[in-house]
């Protein structure tokens, strides 16, 4: 990984019908680490990231929500960039797929491939899904119907389309890959793709007709009713952020070091991605590295769950840099991983604390009283030779944990130095040093103690930017290149200096911080009191006038029959009479909180101006109302008995 010296980083650009969760923060946060480490080392680095903001999947959430669709996206992506910022992650462009420079580039994109013969117009007939935004073969859906991916049903499409000749471009990528076996890591991931490309290879549909949210043809191609797929759309933008089509300004850094992406997207990535870029004659990225899930109780994250785990409230609860190390140190990269906060207490107070901050607070301790806080690095290798090489050499390795983006197993090494550290104040217990007179001894343990945790602070920066530098602060430095190069290149030892006293920098954690959102676990005490609720502009929440409220039509309504939705275990299929000639059905994920039983002959209050959703292939023609907190979910419902239809205001 380390043979250019430029070095390229990006994020995948993440949608904007939602906020961020934990599941963004940790692409973002490897990627951060990974390009702090490239600037640490001295490579020009640029690292992207940014917001996705086209496609039938924005469109649609932007009218749930009742809101023009650019105005919705500029709000989404504003919280991912307000978050970013927030973290201080160190990205050098933000791009947004509705920035005029990244269309015009991927239209650029368009007419070349138009040109080279590799785009031609056909019918596209098949499954489509809105949510994973991809294209399905009948063969590979579920039941004949839902997706693949996420189990949602796909619509039906049968529409005017151009097509990518991705079917002449499956050897190519074979070969590919049999000569770069490290294009793709984790290395486990290469074979599911190469299996996939084995499987043969389809053309693909890459523009729309049915929406118009989304990039335009170039002009030149003279089809204004079609619209680029999404995809094809959002993964340009990894070049058009160097100014691809619009000014070239950075290119130099292409092509990418290491492109970070889940699991989930990874057939968009290494298969469609690589053979766009055959099609421009751009070479390919080095390293398109795919991370696994993190999950809740097992489960996938996602807002109608309820379990959603919000990045901010975890990191402002627990620290940032904590948090940061516990994502990265806690699955192996590429595997899944389950969010707990005991896990992450447990790091804390564990890895960090005992065996990082308590090593620093024992060499001020030791220091201070046995030497005014001078702390010298002579006699070194005189008195502890060994335990100073096994340090010099776990060092040296660590670099090959990270060209693999294996962070986890990083981490794990970095730790022996510590432990190397711990265990030596234990075998010569300075305390008795002194006692026999043998002060130069002490002096020289101390000075060990502060080398290594001066080595482990500077390999640890990457990963706990803010923290590392107090350690270094301590020790009377500061962590740049300069340094990196100095005490892990050169291997010189620190100068003779005098300890900063800082006050411990983990401090011990013994409960919960964070009231835990999710039935399957009881919910804690939060340690933290409750905050009083701003006002909702305080928050954030846009203020609408009374003419916007009323464009909602809600009803009074009347469970007159329903039935459960077969293989579901949320669904509930329900017809609610709300006075109109036939009563309306209504799908509602209410069966984990409501039977039958309790709600047939009951009233509700009913949505009744939304536009019919399919859910598991069931029509649905309204929404109920409830409210949902950590205990569970409960339906509103009028005080008094009111006649169907009634309206509410
Ligand atoms: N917009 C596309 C990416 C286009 S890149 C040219 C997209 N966006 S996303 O917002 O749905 O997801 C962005 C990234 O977040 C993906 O890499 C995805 O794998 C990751 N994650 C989303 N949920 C996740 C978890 N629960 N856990 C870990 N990462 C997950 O896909």
Redesign the pocket.
Known sequence: MMTHQKAYIT?????V??VA????A??TIIADTLARYFRMVGRDTYFLTG??EHGQKIEQSAQLKGKETKAYADEISATFRELWDDFGISYDKFIRTTDEEHKQGVQKAFNIMFANGDIYKDTYKGHYCISC?AFFPKTQLVDDEFCPECGKATTVVEEESYFFRLSKYGQRLLDYYDQHPDAILPKSKRNEVIRFIEGGLSDLSITRTSFDWGVKLPQEINDPKHVMY??LD??M??VTALGYGSDEAHMEYWPATVQ??????LR??AIY?PAFLMSLELPLPKHIA??????RNGE??SKSKGNVIKPKEVADAYGLDNFRYFMLREVPFGG??DFSQKALIDRINSDLGNDLGNLLNRLIGMSGKYFEGNVSSHNVETFYAQEFHEVKANIASLESYLSDIMLHRYLEELWRPLSIANRAIDKYQPWNLMKEGKEEEAMALNGLIANILTQVAIMLYPIMPQITQKIAFALGFEINNASWQKYIVEGRLLNDFIIEKIPPLFPRIEEQLLSDPTPQEPQKESKKEAKPKENAQAQGIALIGIDQFFQTSLKIGTVVSGEEVPKSNKLLLLQVDIGEAIPRQIVAGIKEWYSLEELIGTQVCVVANLKPAKLMGLKSEGMLLAAKDGEGLCMIRPEKPKAVGTSIS
Do not use: Q, R, S
């Open positions: 994020t995948p650009i993440y949608y019908n939602d969760h934990i599941g963004h940790y692409t917001t996705d935004e999404v995809w959002a993964l933008n990894y970070l992406i889940g699991k989930d997207i968009f990535h991605w795919a991370h696994g899930w993190w999950t996938k994250m899944d991983g």
